[in-house]
């Protein structure tokens, strides 16, 4: 009990702290590097139009690379609205969300939940089995890549195995799950899962660049 009240209490408040002081940090940043002038025209409809369309075009590959990136487009999809799902979708998640925020909506139904965690893992492994095989992902892997996917990982895990109540006492694996959240809480701004913050901004960015330099977008 004294690790769980230590993970819903000092633990929780201190992960959050970094996050939102980590995220603020991040941001900050971003809007004050310095940045080129591009003096050129826009072109192809404009640079906020280009901006626009990158936004949403980037959502699939183009055409000549479709097949070759197929596979790998599928896991990370099904990653990310696994994790979508059980994060929204859980009814203690919800709980947790309306306790900071005052919004609550209607939880899914719970074999639902415990089927997009089992999905959500099952793509994570295979990814990572990808990684480790493909020569070229492999090369331009690093630390981030791989802590990134750890520390997503662990909360899904440890989430199944609390519900499941395999491997420990509920109250432990409970604990667990809240302190890998609380891990991931803390990581998240400084690697590369801070790209979920960024990157319709970093899109909307690179539509401008390459509107103004007249590329496809």
Do not use: C
Request: glycine share 10%; hydrophobic share 50%; net charge positive.
């Amino acid at each position: 009990m004294e690790l769980l009240d230590f993970a819903r209490g000092p633990g929780l408040q201190i992960a959050v702290l970094i996050f939102v002081a980590g995220l603020v940090w991040r941001l900050v940043h971003l809007f004050l590097a310095a940045k080129k002038s591009d003096i050129s025209e826009a072109r192809m409809g404009g640079a906020r139009a280009g901006g626009l369309k990158t936004i949403f075009s980037r959502f699939r590959h183009h055409e000549p690379f479709r097949e070759r990136t197929r596979n790998g487009s599928v896991l990370a999809y099904t990653m990310h609205i696994g994790l979508v799902i059980v994060v929204l979708g859980s009814a203690p998640h919800i709980l947790f969300i309306e306790s900071f925020t005052g919004l609550d909506w209607t939880p899914l139904p719970t074999l639902v939940i415990h089927l997009a965690a089992a999905v959500t893992v099952a793509a994570l492994l295979v990814g990572l089995g990808r990684r480790l095989r493909h020569p070229v992902l492999r090369m331009i892997s690093n630390f981030d890549d791989y802590f990134s996917w750890l520390i997503t990982t662990l909360p899904v895990v440890t989430g199944l195995l609390t519900v499941a109540h395999v491997g420990g006492r509920y109250e432990t694996l409970l604990a667990l799950h809240i302190l890998s959240f609380e891990a991931f809480l803390i990581w998240f701004p400084f690697g590369k899962l801070m790209h979920s913050i960024i990157v319709f901004g970093s899109r909307y960015t690179t539509g401008i660049t390459f509107t103004r330099r007249g590329a496809k977008v």
